[in-house]
C-alpha cells in the first residue's frame, strides 16, 4: 500500500498465512527492491538471499535499503479475511533481531495466535491485532471461508495454490 512492490515473506507453516499480521525484517539486513524479469514484479527480498530465488535470468536491483528504512510501511493482507485488523496496526512492518539470512527470503511472516516469537515482536510494536481462526481440533473456522472446516494441514496445498492463482 505504500509502494507498489511486494513483499517476499517466508514460512514454514502455510496454514498460518490466513491469520498473517505483520511482516519482520531484520533492521540491520540489507534488502534489495528487485524487478523479477518474468512478471515485472517490484519484490523486497534479502540481498544475500538473492541468489537463492533468481531463475534463469537475473533479478534487476532497483535499489537497496536496510531493513530499518522498511519498518512501518503498511501492506495489502495476503488475504482478506481480517483485513479490519489494521485498525488495531495489522498489516505493517516490524523489525526484530531474530530475522536472519540463514534460510528464507529475510523477511519473516507474522501470525502472532500461532508463534511465540511472532506474538511477542507484535507487541514489542505496540500492535494489538490478534485473530485465531482455528478450533481446538486444528480446523479452520467460518472466518476463513475458504478453508473452513479443513485441518489446518490439510489445507496447506490449498493456500498455495490458492496465492498461487493470485
Given amino acids: 500500500r505504500d509502494e507498489d512492490a511486494y513483499l517476499a515473506i517466508w514460512t514454514t507453516t502455510p496454514w498460518t498465512l490466513p491469520s498473517n499480521l505483520a511482516v519482520c525484517v531484520g533492521a540491520d539486513i540489507e534488502y534489495s527492491l528487485v524487478i523479477d524479469p518474468e512478471s515485472g514484479a517490484k519484490i523486497y527480498l534479502a540481498t544475500e538471499r538473492l541468489p537463492h530465488y533468481q531463475g534463469d535470468s537475473e533479478f534487476e536491483a532497483v535499489k537497496t535499503v536496510a531493513g530499518a528504512e522498511l519498518v512501518g510501511k503498511k501492506y495489502a493482507p495476503i488475504f482478506d479475511y481480517f483485513e479490519d485488523m489494521q485498525a488495531q496496526g495489522g498489516f505493517v512492518v516490524v523489525s526484530d533481531d531474530y530475522v536472519s539470512t540463514d534460510s528464507g527470503t529475510g523477511l519473516v511472516h507474522q501470525a502472532p495466535a500461532f508463534g511465540e516469537d511472532d506474538n511477542r515482536v507484535l507487541r514489542a510494536h505496540g500492535i494489538d491485532a ?10 479452520f473456522t467460518d472466518e476463513v ?18 496465492l498461487k492463482a493470485q
Fill in 130 to 139: 490478534f485473530v485465531c481462526p482455528v478450533t481446538i481440533h486444528g480446523e
Fill in 145 to 162: 471461508p475458504d478453508f473452513a472446516g479443513q485441518h489446518v494441514k490439510a489445507a496447506d496445498k490449498e493456500i498455495i495454490n490458492k
